[in-house]
């Protein structure tokens, strides 16, 4: 079965770095890409970006570019994504998920999410 | 594009049929998808393809429409489906509606 675990929760100063990690496994991580999603304190789903694991391409939104890094290491089957130069309006749970194509891409399996808290 | 849900909030008992909606403000793909997430969980896949149930949704769930309506449709609501509900398409990157919240 698939899984997707997540690091633990995160507190950061403004201006500091974040980097979440994302564990999968019950599936050949090289063939799915994996999308980072976040979501604010009572806001809906925002797409950050995503990585092909088998190349390491990327793809992040307009508004992350130039701030946001997705790695992978696929001898331990994990992606990363780190987020710099972090502001409070950055806090929010931070989910990795797993895109499948069906006859469009969709997620079909989501990470547990990492709490991301920027405070002073 | 933009994608609209409404309503934002959808009340009502148990037993009764639930239909939330997401247009687009362009067409973009005939395909769409819908997520269910409920209350302090990850976002769970509900809908693919705009009809497809994934493993494991009961077949009271059903999703529909093309081009820019679309609807998602619980045929009788159980305690249980009480979320918020996403629906998704890709233009490029990845799009979500604002969310329908259902309450019972």
């Known amino acids: 079965q698939v899984h997707l675990v997540q690091s633990g929760p995160e507190v950061k100063k403004p201006g500091a770095s974040v980097k979440v990690s994302c564990t999968a496994s019950g599936y050949t991580f090289t063939d799915n890409q994996m999308h980072w999603v976040r979501q604010a304190p009572g806001q809906g789903l925002d797409w950050m970006g995503r990585i092909t694991p088998d190349t390491g391409g990327t793809s992040a939104a307009k508004k992350f570019e130039g701030r946001i890094t997705m790695t992978r290491d696929t001898s331990i089957n994990k992606a990363y994504m780190e987020l710099k130069w972090l502001t409070s309006d950055d806090t929010a749970v931070y989910y990795c998920?797993?895109?499948?194509?069906?006859?469009?891409?969709?997620?079909?399996?989501w990470g547990q999410g990492t709490l991301v808290t920027v405070s002073s | 594009v933009v994608l609209t849900q409404s309503p934002g909030t959808l009340s009502l008992s148990p037993g009764e049929r639930a239909t939330l909606s997401c247009r687009a403000s362009q067409p973009v793909s005939n395909y769409l998808t819908w997520y269910q997430q409920k209350p302090g969980q990850a976002p769970r896949l509900l809908i693919y393809d705009t009809s497809k149930r994934a493993s494991g949704v009961p077949p009271r769930f059903s999703g529909s429409g093309s081009g820019t309506d679309f609807t998602l449709t619980i045929s009788s609501l159980e305690p249980e489906d009480v979320a918020i509900y996403y629906c998704?398409?890709?233009?490029?990157?990845?799009?979500f509606g604002g969310g329908t919240k259902v309450e019972i």
């Open positions: 998920a797993r895109a499948h194509w069906f006859g469009e891409l969709s997620l079909d399996f």
């Open positions: 998704q398409q890709r233009s490029g990157w990845l799009i």
